[in-house]
């Protein structure tokens, strides 16, 4: 519950996307949060206010003017007490007044005179979000500290496809709660690697090991809300890449290193989530091999590339995180893993608690022992991680 009892200002501008914010109120009332909705007139055409007051459990706002609030400053009063500001649709006209200053109703005066931050989901038609004025725009709010969400690309109302696609809730309740994350990691550059790998037999088989790539993912967005330049390198998966993070899919653990090799150079921490396959066939056959013929069949494998290890034993080498999933003995297979790679910090869980499932249960070891993260959900857990070893890089930064 990462958004419990934080204080959000949602507001509405005119667009059918404003649909989508009915379910980002209960969304965030649903997360803990207290939910404050102020509706553009145009937004009341899509919107009515006694939804988002039922939603929201609270009074919906839209009239700057409204006698309601005693000294006639609703865009003071109705501001004041929030941690955020979130604007879910943006529309083209609200964005072209808040990067000019305009203000002439109540969201975009309030918006005006607000002390808190700004996050905006912009919504819009293609041919609008492209137009050069509203990219000024959207580069003057940006340079203002605005933080944007979206837009992404797809189907529009209007007909036409492209990009103004205002984001889902879910997604938009993610990018608050990134907002909200403790930028430990500001100006860091992280590579992670997450997901299986799969080393053919023949154009049809391979032999890989199990992993949904979900809790490096959950890694690699949990790097990103903490302000680092993440890259993710990932095996053949199908995980939405987190926002922000740049994402290179490979297949093979061969195509991993080589990835690994091109990314990690100059960066600053490498966390290896990868489930990679320890073998590869090393008669791989270039045709499908048929079920008759393969009676008695033999592979011959061959070891793949000790990934981590190679980054660790860099002469600049980054700071290295490793996972280890264990069936057993988790405490003795972690330590014995982390000496053996030569890293200052290893994440352990046992596979059979963990494989494909949204919750882990995961313990750091490190030089200080072990710290046990417990059982939640991988995001969660991500993020204990990435704070744990901020504390662990700070602590040797004072140490030299």
């Known amino acids: 519950m990462t958004l419990k009892g934080r204080r959000i200002l949602l507001g509405l501008t005119g667009g059918i996307a404003a649909y989508k914010s009915a379910e980002l109120a209960r969304a965030l009332a649903k997360s803990g949060c207290d939910v404050r909705a102020v509706l553009t007139e145009a937004a009341t055409r ?17 009239d700057l003017w409204d006698p309601r609030v005693a000294d006639n400053m609703a865009h003071i009063e109705l501001s ?24 002439d109703d109540l969201l975009s005066t309030l918006v005006l005179a607000r002390r808190c931050p700004l996050l905006i989901a912009p919504a819009m038609n293609v041919e609008m979000w492209e137009n050069a004025a509203t990219q000024r725009n959207i580069l003057a ?42 930028k430990v990691l500001a100006g860091k550059r992280i590579v992670v690697t997450a997901g299986p790998t799969e080393e053919p037999i023949d154009p049809v088989r391979v032999i890989t090991n199990a992993s949904s790539g979900k809790m490096g993912f959950a890694v690699a967005r949990a790097a990103r809300e903490a302000g680092a330049e993440v890259t993710l390198i990932a095996g ?64 011959e494998l061959v070891e793949n590339p000790d990934i981590l290890a190679w980054v660790a034993k860099q002469k600049r080498a980054p700071f290295c995180v490793g996972f280890a999933a264990e069936s057993e003995k988790l405490g003795a297979h972690a330590r014995e893993k982390r000496a053996r790679k030569g890293i200052p910090l290893l994440a352990a869980n046992l596979a059979q608690e963990a494989l494909g499932s949204d919750t882990n249960a995961i313990t750091l070891f490190d030089d200080n022992g072990e710290h046990p993260l417990g059982r939640g959900p991988k995001i969660e857990l991500a993020r204990k991680l990435v704070a744990h070893m901020a504390a662990l890089m700070a602590r040797r930064r004072r140490a030299r």
């Open 236 to 299: 053949p998966v199908t995980q939405p890449t987190p926002p922000g993070v740049a994402r290179v899919d490979v297949r093979t653990a061969e195509a991993m290193f080589k990835a690994v090799k091109a990314a990690v150079a100059g960066c600053d921490v490498f966390i290896a989530v990868a489930a990679v396959s320890d073998y590869r066939v090393a008669n791989r056959a270039a045709q499908k091999i048929k079920k008759g013929a393969a009676r008695g069949l033999r592979l």
């Open 46 to 62: 899509f919107v009515g206010t006694a939804t988002m007051q039922a939603l929201t459990g609270q009074t919906a706002w839209s």
């Open 80 to 103: 004041r007490d929030r941690d955020l500001i979130v604007v879910a649709p943006a529309s083209a006209d609200f964005i072209a007044k808040t990067a000019h200053g305009l203000a």
């Open 141 to 182: 709010l940006r340079d203002d500290g605005v933080t944007l969400a979206g837009p992404v690309a797809g189907d529009q109302a209007c007909g036409e496809t492209g990009m103004g696609r205002m984001l889902e809730a879910a997604a938009i309740v993610a990018e608050i709660e990134a907002f909200f994350q403790p």
